[in-house]
């Protein structure tokens, strides 16, 4: 008998580039996720939206300078290809609106305590900018900029995919033992703490002798410190958010 697993999530994706989301998002655990019917992706090509016989869905930018700025016009018809209602107020609660996200390096940074709080949503609507940006006036219809980092990719494909997949794991099923997700670096603010599988000794070097003492009570001790020791040597800057 087949099962059919709850949908937790749908996430549509806005792009000039669709095919590039077919590999990273059809394997390992977000293929899974997706073929057990968890999670719902679909891309939108935004293109065919376009009112041009050419298809363009740039132009030149008012006021001059280099580069070209998506137009307006073929990215409100995408979003409201999707569901995107501006006024509607028959949601039953915040979560169950679609969220309108616009990935650019002008967006707040994504972090672990941004991606729990997406992961809430129902229906995640993600807009992929190309060129030097889009039309500033899309973002009347978006209700979150969201940065990868502090640095500036082609597209905002590869970094919709880095929020696709961090958000995804944290919808229940998706990663199998939930425990494995709580112990994950920055879940509980502090990086995670070492890993070892066998041979327990490799070349000349060999596993730590608590993991391999039996003694839960130590090796929780131990990942602890690990971690700790971890994050206060790479990410200082962690332990201070924790305190706060
Ligand atoms: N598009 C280009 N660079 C980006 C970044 N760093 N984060 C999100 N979207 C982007």
């Given at each position: 008998m087949c099962?059919a697993?709850?949908?937790?999530?749908?996430?549509d994706?806005?792009?000039i580039f669709?095919?590039?989301f077919?590999?990273?998002?059809?394997?390992s655990l977000?293929?899974?996720?997706?073929?057990?019917?968890i999670?719902?992706?679909e891309?939108?090509?935004?293109?065919?939206f376009s009112?041009d016989k050419?298809?363009?869905?740039?132009?030149?930018?008012?006021g001059?300078?280099?580069?070209?700025v998506?137009?307006?016009?073929?990215?409100?018809?995408?979003?409201?290809s999707?569901g995107?209602?501006r006024?509607?107020?028959?949601y039953?609660n915040f979560h169950?609106?679609?969220?309108?996200?616009?990935?650019?390096?002008q967006?707040?940074?994504?972090?672990?305590a941004?991606?729990k709080?997406?992961s809430k949503?129902?229906h995640?609507?993600?807009?992929?900018?190309?060129?030097?940006?889009v039309?500033?006036?899309?973002?009347n219809?978006?209700?979150c900029?969201?940065?990868?980092?502090?640095?500036?990719?082609?597209g905002?494909?590869i970094?919709?995919m880095?929020?696709i997949?961090?958000v995804?794991r944290m919808?229940?099923?998706?990663?199998?033992?939930?425990?494995?997700?709580?112990?994950?670096s920055?879940?509980?603010g502090m990086?995670?703490y070492?890993?070892?599988?066998?041979?327990?000794i490799f070349?000349?070097?060999s596993?730590?002798?608590v993991l391999?003492s039996?003694?839960?009570?130590e090796?929780?001790?131990?990942?602890?410190?690990?971690s700790?020791?971890?994050?206060?040597?790479?990410?200082?800057?962690l332990?201070?958010?924790v305190?706060?």
């Amino acid at each position: 008998m087949c099962i059919a697993a709850m949908l937790y999530m749908k996430i549509d994706i806005l792009t000039i580039f669709p095919s590039m989301f077919n590999g990273p998002l059809t394997e390992s655990l977000i293929g899974r996720a997706l073929r057990s019917g968890i999670l719902e992706i679909e891309t939108v090509d935004i293109r065919s939206f376009s009112k041009d016989k050419h298809l363009k869905v740039d132009d030149k930018p008012f006021g001059g300078g280099p580069g070209m700025v998506m137009k307006v016009g073929p990215l409100l018809d995408a979003i409201t290809s999707v569901g995107v209602r501006r006024k509607n107020k028959s949601y039953k609660n915040f979560h169950s609106k679609p969220y309108v996200i616009y990935m650019s390096p002008q967006g707040k940074k994504l972090d672990t305590a941004m991606v729990k709080e997406l992961s809430k949503f129902k229906h995640l609507v993600i807009l992929c900018g190309h060129y030097e940006g889009v039309d500033e006036r899309i973002i009347n219809y978006v209700d979150c900029e969201v940065s990868i980092g502090d640095y500036v990719l082609t597209g905002g494909e590869i970094p919709a995919m880095v929020l696709i997949d961090s958000v995804a794991r944290m919808l229940p099923g998706v990663v199998k033992k939930e425990k494995s997700v709580k112990n994950d670096s920055f879940y509980n603010g502090m990086l995670d703490y070492p890993h070892y599988t066998r041979p327990a000794i490799f070349k000349r070097y060999s596993v730590p002798n608590v993991l391999l003492s039996g003694n839960h009570k130590e090796i929780q001790k131990w990942r602890e410190e690990q971690s700790a020791k971890r994050t206060r040597e790479r990410r200082p800057d962690l332990i201070k958010d924790v305190l706060e």
